[in-house]
């Protein structure tokens, strides 16, 4: 009977001790913590908010902790603004049925430009916004507006991106998606058609080095 006992606890430890090696391994190698987000961020979005149109704009909530802050223990690090993106990306695509679209024609999304203003920081353990929309769009990409707001109603920063596709006829999604005709295309703001001239010219500056 003590064998029996003695065995069960050894059992209960050693499961415990690959578990917690496990988890361990797994933080060491992988960034746990974006995936855990991710998964959260969208479920929440499942569960709790309704489908959007893929011209209205969606939300997220986040908070700057104590993993975010910046040398001085003041503020969120300017990385941490880029890597919170990708949730409101990724909720964005789901809410609007922009992934069921990608995932049914086999295509590939990706980023292939970003542009960031930080107009105010955003200090430790302030609550704040992001909001994606999706502002202008051609035949293989579509062009995102994303804003930090806190909740006094400042955008403390705003981001231009290009979302690349592989495999996926823009128009004729947006077409499926708003129910307008597939020739329409929203009126890009000037500042995107600024960014856009100034990345021409950088690749060509770029393919005459290479």
Not at 3 to 20: D, H, K, P, Y
Not at 58 to 85: K, P
Not at 169 to 187: F, Q, W
């Amino acid at each position: 009977m003590v064998g029996s006992i003695e065995l069960l606890i050894n059992g209960f430890f050693s499961c415990w001790s690959v578990i917690i090696t496990t988890i361990a391994l797994a933080y060491i190698f992988f960034d746990v913590n974006y995936f855990i987000r991710l998964g959260a961020t969208i479920l929440w979005g499942r569960l709790f908010q309704k489908r959007r149109n893929v011209e209205d704009t969606t939300e997220i909530l986040g908070i700057a902790t104590t993993t975010d802050v910046d040398i001085f223990f003041q503020h969120m690090n300017n990385a941490r603004y880029v890597r919170e993106l990708d949730f409101a990306r990724f909720h964005f695509y789901d809410r609007t049925g922009l992934y069921d679209e990608i995932k049914r024609s086999k295509a590939h999304i990706l980023q292939t430009a970003s542009n960031i203003r930080y107009r105010r920081t955003i200090p430790t353990f302030t609550p704040y916004r992001i909001t994606t929309q999706i502002i202008a769009w051609e035949e293989k990409a579509m062009f995102i507006e994303q804003r930090f707001v806190t909740f006094d109603g400042f955008i403390r920063a705003i981001v231009l991106s290009r979302q690349g596709t592989i495999g996926l006829n823009v128009p004729e999604v947006m077409a499926k998606l708003t129910g307008k005709d597939v020739s329409y295309r929203p009126v890009p703001p000037p500042e995107l058609e600024d960014w856009l001239k100034s990345i021409e010219k950088s690749s060509k500056r770029l393919k005459k080095k290479d």
